[in-house]
């Protein structure tokens, strides 16, 4: 079965500053996605990044990009000049590229962001 | 607009009766849907995959009696909390996928007193 932790609780970043959230995740499959999901206090989520595994090159979008290390089975998520926004609760999400795989995400426990102006 | 809708997004009921929540898509067929559940501060727990026209999967742990999906048309998936009791007030989220992407319900807010 496939796992995903997300090691930090709760991290701080100062306004305009930059800020790097972990994940790790186990899996036996070679072809699989993974995401980091936002959700705010209003609790809807909100697809931030998405990483397809067959893709070497690390996902970029604006200010949000990854670092995703397949061997290691990693795959961090850098916010660079944070905004009083960002802060919210920060899943990572694993989804098996299988056929028989219709949606089903595998979520972290989630990393609080504290922005601070 | 929502892709994905939830209904109610607030439900209070007495402790012994029973809930229903409604995941709509809208403007898409979903043959599947997933339904979630999130304590406060914590992760998002899968607790079924809803099949149109068949039976839903539940996750280990999850009482099939107790939270009952069904899955009628292509467009609507509902849960039913039965014989509710306050462990079971939680935050409730759906999803359903198109194209490829994934896209999740509001949420509805569930409180048992």
């Known amino acids: 079965a496939q796992t995903v932790t997300q090691s930090q609780p709760e991290m701080s970043v100062q306004e305009a500053e930059t800020v790097t959230l972990s994940c790790t995740y186990d899996t036996s499959e070679s072809d699989y996605y993974l995401f980091w999901y936002k959700q705010p206090p209003s609790r809807q989520m909100i697809l931030v990044i998405r990483q397809e595994a067959y893709k070497q090159q690390n996902a970029t979008e604006n200010r949000f990009s990854v670092n995703f290390q397949k061997a290691a089975k990693s795959f961090s998520l850098k916010i660079s000049d944070s905004q009083l926004g960002d802060a919210a609760m920060y899943f990572c999400?694993?989804?098996?590229?299988?056929?028989?795989?219709?949606?089903?995400?595998?979520f972290g426990q989630g990393t609080t962001l504290q922005v601070k102006p | 607009g929502a892709v994905v809708s939830q209904h109610p997004s607030w439900v209070i009921c007495k402790s012994g009766t029973s809930v229903k929540i409604e995941c709509r898509s809208l403007?898409?067929?979903?043959?599947?849907m997933f339904w979630y559940r999130q304590f406060p501060k914590q992760s998002l727990m899968l607790m079924a995959t809803s099949n149109e026209g068949s039976k839903a999967t539940y996750e280990q742990g999850v009482e099939k009696d107790k939270f009952l999906i069904n899955h009628a048309s292509l467009t609507l998936s509902t849960l039913t909390v039965t014989s509710a009791h306050p462990e079971d007030s939680s935050f409730y989220i759906c999803?359903?996928?198109?194209?490829?992407?994934?896209?999740f319900g509001e949420g509805s807010w569930l409180t048992v007193v």
């Open positions: 999400a694993y989804r098996s590229a299988g056929s028989g795989n219709t949606g089903k995400l595998i």
């Open positions: 999803s359903a996928s198109m194209m490829n992407t994934i896209y």
């Open positions: 403007d898409f067929q979903a043959t599947t």
